[in-house]
T-cell receptor, first 113, second 110 residues
Framework: DVKVTQSSRYLVKRTGEKVFLECVQDMDHENMFWYRQDPGLGLRLIYFSYDVKMKEKGDIPEGYSVSREKKERFSLILESASTNQTSMYLC????????????FGPGTRLTVT | RKEVEQDPGPFNVPEGATVAFNCTYSNSASQSFFWYRQDCRKEPKLLMSVYSSGNEDGRFTAQLNRASQYISLLIRDSKLSDSATYLCVVNQGGSYIPTFGRGTSLIVHP
């Protein structure tokens, strides 16, 4: 059974803080993704990675960076959190070329005050 | 224009009803299509893939219409437990990136 875990379910941070969101998958998947989900806007892709140390910008990368030092781990970094980054953050992974099923983590509800 | 569009609903139907959702996509080179289900405060999970020949899984049927560039999901004999948001996902040809629709909300009432 594929498992994607995220470091926190709920997180509260202050404006200006550096925030790390961690995602780990246990199925040796090549591709990993970070999304944010907001009411009325659906899932929007922030960054994705198709291999270790490789990353590509998604639709809304501004204010975010990522790190993938190991195949199983994909981190999302908010360099200086702002209130408009309050959202649900979802990590996902897929095998191979990304045309198959995406497996999602349970999500991190981040609130920036 | 958003690449993948869905009617947000909500579709409010009684138990036992048949309900159908459509999802239109703009890129004619799209190759892979999926329906995901997302329960309230949960992560999305794959419901079914959509093949050119159509796909049926119990009460659920998915169809692809390439000429008109849409996919559909039909749910027969709706159950209370079918209440959820249904997300349409399209992988653009040659791309790693899946594109999600904003989802269609279904509420099945007694």
């Amino acid at each position: 059974d594929v498992k994607v875990t995220q470091s926190s379910r709920y997180l509260v941070k202050r404006t200006g803080e550096k925030v790390f969101l961690e995602c780990v998958q246990d199925m040796d998947h090549e591709n990993m993704f970070w999304y944010r989900q907001d009411p009325g806007l659906g899932l929007r892709l922030i960054y994705f990675s198709y291999d270790v140390k490789m990353k590509e910008k998604g639709d809304i990368p501004e204010g975010y960076s990522v790190s993938r030092e190991k195949k199983e781990r994909f981190s999302l970094i908010l360099e200086s959190a702002s209130t408009n980054q309050t959202s649900m953050y979802l990590c996902a992974s897929t095998i191979g070329q990304g045309f198959g099923e995406q497996y999602f983590g349970p999500g991190t509800r981040l609130t920036v005050t | 224009r958003k690449e993948v569009e869905q009617d947000p609903g909500p579709f409010n139907v009684p138990e036992g009803a048949t309900v159908a959702f459509n999802c239109t996509y703009s890129n004619s080179a799209s190759q892979s299509f999926f329906w995901y289900r997302q329960d309230c405060r949960k992560e999305p999970k794959l419901l079914m893939s959509v093949y050119s020949s159509g796909n049926e899984d119990g009460r659920f049927t998915a169809q692809l219409n390439r000429a008109s560039q849409y996919i559909s999901l039909l749910i027969r004999d709706s159950k209370l437990s079918d209440s959820a948001t249904y997300l349409c996902v399209v992988n653009q040809g040659g791309s790693y990136i899946p594109t999600f629709g904003r989802g269609t909300s279904l509420i099945v009432h007694p």
